[in-house]
Each structure stands twice: as structure tokens, then as C-alpha cells.
Nanobody, 121 residues
Framework: QVQLVESGGGSVQAGGSLRLSCAASAYLYNTYYMGWFRQAPGKEREGVARIFPDGSTSYADSVKGRFTISRDNARNTLYLQMSSLNPEDTGMYYC???????????????WGQGTQVTVSS
């Protein structure tokens, strides 16, 4: 059973930074892509950033240049460094793992429980 546990959420003012972490119970990185998704109240869950087994990454247009996804294979930990945060970044952030490559990937197979990020203006 794969478990993903997020941490690092919180409340910040616009322009601030946060770093999210996701600890995985198993070594997934050579088989699954790892990603961060978010869901704002009343909105659908959306992909924010992904990192694939070959180390390549992809980002939603709304976070490009502000967010950085990375992983520490030795610690089975995924990170999301978020800077220049704005109120539109508010939401529940989920760590997830899914199958596929950068050119073709599916919806995640595994999800964490989420961590709340709130950005005030």
C-alpha cells in the first residue's frame, strides 16, 4: 500500500513563499511520475507541477517561473517550492503519483491527504 504524506502548508501573505514536502512510503520515482495538484473551493482539482522518472518536469502555465518541483530519491521525498504567491494560489495541495511520461501521462493512481495553502492579499 503506497502512502503519500504532505506537509508544509500554511498561511502566507501575497508575495511570500512556502515549501511543501511529500514523504512516500515506497520508492516510486523510477516507475511513477510524482506531482502536485491543487483544488480551490468550488473548483476542479488541477495539476500544478509534475516530475517524471527521467527527471523532466512540467508546470501549469499559472505557476511557471514561480514554483519548482524537485525530489530527493534517497529520502523518498517530493518537494514543491512556491514563491511570489498570490491569493489565486490558495487551495488544498495534494501530492500524487501516476503512470506515464512527460508526453503521455494518466490521472494519478495514488494521492496524499492534502495540505492547505492560504494566501492573503
Amino acid at each position: 500500500q503506497v502512502q503519500l504524506v504532505e506537509s508544509g502548508g500554511g498561511s502566507v501573505q501575497a508575495g511570500g513563499s512556502l515549501r511543501l514536502s511529500c514523504a512516500a512510503s515506497a520508492y516510486l520515482y523510477n516507475t511513477y511520475y510524482m506531482g502536485w495538484f491543487r483544488q480551490a473551493p468550488g473548483k476542479e482539482r488541477e495539476g500544478v507541477a509534475r516530475i517524471f522518472p527521467d527527471g523532466s518536469t512540467s508546470y501549469a502555465d499559472s505557476v511557471k517561473g514561480r514554483f519548482t518541483i524537485s525530489r530527493d530519491n534517497a529520502r523518498n521525498t517530493l518537494y514543491l517550492q512556491m514563491s511570489s504567491l498570490n491569493p489565486e494560489d490558495t487551495g488544498m495541495y495534494y501530492c500524487a503519483a501516476g503512470r506515464g511520461s512527460r508526453d503521455a501521462y494518466g490521472w494519478p493512481n495514488y494521492w496524499g491527504q492534502g495540505t492547505q495553502v492560504t494566501v492573503s492579499s
